[in-house]
């Protein structure tokens, strides 16, 4: 080996050092009694595919993967639950009046739909969470339908 | 009458039509009525707002896919009365916030800017629709 590249991979190590002790604020989960899926009769096909494709970001149930305790990457885990959550949490459902409700419901329908949800950069590594078109149509009939439901509430 | 002078008759008469079936085309195209229905009433007044300001990126054959997925004005009165609140809180919202129509696309366009009447005609429009079909 070069002694350039010698140097230049040693840097590179010592930078990964120190980025370790740069905290990634990753959010907790914080435990709650509210069962979104029973309160709101969720079939167990939908839920199985919230459960596996939105829940790492939109939920208090994140399950935290070995490459969410490293950084770099564990920045992008934590901004991305920041950013989920706060526009979705369905640990929380609960606390939105109804109107909160049926835009939540808007937004799953047409993330869904134009394949913006679950994003393609967490599918990559998370293949089981991709979707396939059936399943998009499924969920998003389910939202729509669920809108309709908390409408006539 | 000599070959070159019908050409240069003809060119301008052709650029003519071409210019006026050009701007009839972009009327008959571009202009927004709502589809009548009983889920949502667009007044006149709206409508020309809606027309002017924002239809032009969010009907079925715009070229921008954000602006279509993010609101289809041709389709907003026949959509349920649930999504139609979603969508009206939405509109009360990127307007209140002065986050439509873009800044990079009011670098081009600045005559699409809203004006402060404008603006407040929308608003109120979509706040008292969305209520109403809430029944409030």
Redesign the interface.
């Given at each position: 080996m070069s002694k350039e590249l010698k140097i230049i991979l040693l840097a590179l190590a010592g930078i990964f050092v120190i980025i370790q002790f740069i905290p990634a604020n990753k959010p907790a989960n914080e435990p709650s009694d509210y069962d979104f899926f029973a309160s709101n009769m969720v079939p167990a096909d939908i839920e199985l595919m919230i459960r596996t494709s939105c829940f790492d970001c939109h939920s208090q149930e994140v399950k935290y993967p070995w490459y969410a305790h490293i950084a770099p990457s564990s920045w992008l885990v934590a901004r991305d639950i920041r950013h989920g959550r706060h526009h979705l949490d369905f640990s929380k459902w609960n606390d939105l009046d109804k109107r909160k409700k049926l835009d939540a419901l808007d937004e799953i329908s047409d993330e869904v739909k134009h394949g913006d949800m679950p994003m393609p950069i967490y599918t990559i590594i998370h293949t089981d969470a991709k979707l396939t078109q059936e399943q998009r149509n499924k969920l998003i009939d389910w939202a729509d339908d669920l809108a309709e439901k908390v409408f006539e509430e | 009458m000599s070959k070159k002078l019908t050409i240069l008759m003809i060119v301008p008469v052709a650029l003519m039509a071409l210019v006026i079936s050009g701007f009839s085309y972009q009327n008959q195209d571009n202009k927004f009525t709502a589809n009548p229905s009983d889920n949502l009433v667009i007044p006149d007044n709206v409508n020309e707002i809606l027309d002017n300001k924002c239809f032009g990126c969010h009907n079925v054959d715009a070229k921008s896919?954000k602006a279509k997925?993010?609101l289809l004005l041709d389709q907003l009165t026949t959509l349920?009365?649930?999504?139609i609140?979603?969508?009206l809180?939405?509109i009360h919202e990127v307007v209140e916030k002065g986050e439509m129509p873009p800044e990079k696309f009011l670098e081009k366009f600045p005559d699409k800017a809203l004006t402060d009447e404008e603006a407040t005609i929308l608003k109120n429009w979509a706040k008292s629709a969305?209520d109403e079909l809430?029944g409030e």
């Open positions: - | 896919d997925e993010k349920s009365k649930a999504k609140v979603a969508k809180d939405d969305s809430m």
